[in-house]
């Protein structure tokens, strides 16, 4: 079945230092959706890329799908302690009609 | 708040036992999908429902089965408890059936099996 990988599963920066989390899927994905779970919290949407090379931005945070629609990246600039949490990527596979499968997701942490 | 309600936020059982979770999606939202989430872990989902139907299935355990009722509300039940079915258990919901389509995530209920 599908399978989505996401790299670090931690990462511990500076306030002010850059943050990238990246996602890998074992097969073309028809979208992608990043997710924001807060300590304690549940999920909440961020955003969705649909087109191949999609890059959209919010504030801080730059959101790209990969040209083979099988990767995607959220690089956040300057973290701050707001952003901590752990950030999830979710795709959805061609053939998997409305199921969508997470990935592990990357805990940030951020040390003001 | 994403106006997603889950109850209850805490339940605590033993092992063998039966719980519902129950869940009542956004006003105006059609479809209900259920996941776990295990400590430290993604989210697996489970079984979603749109409009009163099954729409898709996860790999969920023959143990846990789920409805949706007229009124768009859902149920998760989950039987012959073991330990390792302790997990946070979200219910989202979306205005369609999509995959596209947003999922607003509840608070959760949190399930611990001793």
């Known amino acids: 079945g599908q399978q989505v990988m996401q790299i670090p599963q931690y990462q511990h920066v500076q306030e002010g230092e850059d943050f990238t989390t990246y996602c890998n899927s074992s097969?073309?994905?028809?979208?992608i959706q990043w997710y924001k779970q807060r300590p304690g919290g549940h999920p909440v949407f961020l955003i969705q890329l649909v087109k191949s090379g999609e890059v959209k931005k919010q504030k801080r945070l730059t959101f790209q799908f990969g040209e083979a629609k099988k990767n995607s990246s959220l690089h956040i600039t300057a973290t701050q302690t707001t952003d901590v949490g752990t950030y999830f990527c979710?795709?959805?596979?061609?053939?998997?009609?409305?199921?969508?499968?997470f990935g592990e997701g990357t805990q940030l942490t951020v040390n003001p | 708040d994403s106006g997603v309600t889950q109850t209850p936020k805490h339940l605590i059982t033993a092992t063998g036992q039966r719980v519902t979770l129950r869940c009542s999606p956004r006003s105006g939202d059609l479809s209900v999908y259920w996941y776990q989430q295990s400590l430290d872990q993604g989210l697996q989902f489970l079984i979603q429902y749109y409009n009163g139907e099954e729409r898709a299935k996860g790999n969920i355990l023959e143990r846990f089965s789920a409805q949706q009722f007229p009124d768009l509300h859902s149920e998760l039940n989950l039987s012959s408890l073991e330990l390792g079915d302790s997990a946070l258990y979200f219910c989202a919901s979306s205005r369609l059936r999509q995959g596209t389509d947003t999922q607003y995530f509840g608070p959760g209920t949190r399930l611990t099996v001793l």
């Open positions: 979710a795709g959805l596979g061609e053939t998997s009609g409305s199921r969508l499968t």
């Open positions: 097969t073309t994905l028809s979208n």
